[in-house]
């Protein structure tokens, strides 16, 4: 198990430019989301997803976008970069099973990819 | 307003003794709270989870405390090892604009020297 696999795990682009962040997990987790981690401060929820089809927005939505087409894909579009999204993002996915009273419990991240905006 | 506040300083420790990292809220009442590690370069990795109606929860030398009445949690290792040099998150469940989510502090750095 590869577990949750993102890439690139760096990436520069000029202010304007549109990318996507991939990420991909081979648990079967229903629940996969996005988070952005900057200096000082907690990781902040981008977008998450409960399943295939089924996306919503979190703390900090604006100026990404996201699809979950599949299970395992859980990709993060920046349509036009700005400095403010300089940051390093991470994907994360979980799952809701016996004992569990939520998928917000146990996360697992993958490496993260570190974005900066010139 | 609501918060999670750890402590943005380093803690510096001698191998060998117990770290203690504290994780305090305001404004929340957490059914659970978590606590991740985080090596640099690396995402975030589970370690304990511990639930409203539980005291202390136990994993090997890990040791987390919850007192829902001071609102805090508190994470301890004992017999620190230089490998348990990460950085630790705490991360407790809130409901807020609609959702439930994970809110996470920002991170306390625990450095064990040899």
């Known amino acids: 198990n590869a577990g949750v696999t993102q890439t690139p795990k760096f990436q520069v682009l000029k202010t304007g430019q549109s990318m996507t962040l991939q990420c991909a997990q081979d648990m079967n987790h229903e629940y996969m989301s996005w988070y952005r981690q900057d200096p000082g401060m907690g990781l902040r929820l981008i977008h998450y997803?409960?399943?295939?089809?089924?996306?919503d927005q979190g703390e900090v939505p604006n100026g990404y976008n996201v699809s979950r087409s599949t299970t395992e894909d859980f990709p993060l579009r920046l349509l036009s970069a700005a400095p403010s999204q300089t940051s390093v993002y991470f994907c994360a996915s979980s799952y809701l099973t016996e004992g569990l009273t939520s998928a917000n419990e146990k996360l697992f991240f993958g490496s993260g990819t570190q974005l900066s905006v010139l | 307003s609501q918060k999670i506040e750890q402590n943005s300083e380093a803690l510096n420790i001698q191998e060998g003794k117990t770290a203690t990292l504290t994780c305090n809220y305001t404004?929340?009442?957490?059914?659970?709270l978590q606590w991740y590690r985080q090596d640099p370069g690396r995402g975030p990795v589970f370690l304990l989870l511990i639930r409203e109606n539980e005291k202390e929860k136990r994993k090997e030398r890990l040791k987390v405390t919850f007192d829902t009445t001071l609102k805090q949690s508190l994470f301890h290792i004992t017999a620190s090892q230089p490998a348990d040099s990460a950085t630790y998150l705490c991360a407790l469940d809130g409901f807020s604009g609609g959702y439930n989510k994970l809110i996470f502090g920002a991170g306390t750095r625990l450095a064990v020297h040899p």
């Open positions: 404004n929340y009442s957490p059914a659970y």
């Open positions: 997803s409960v399943g295939a089809g089924i996306t």
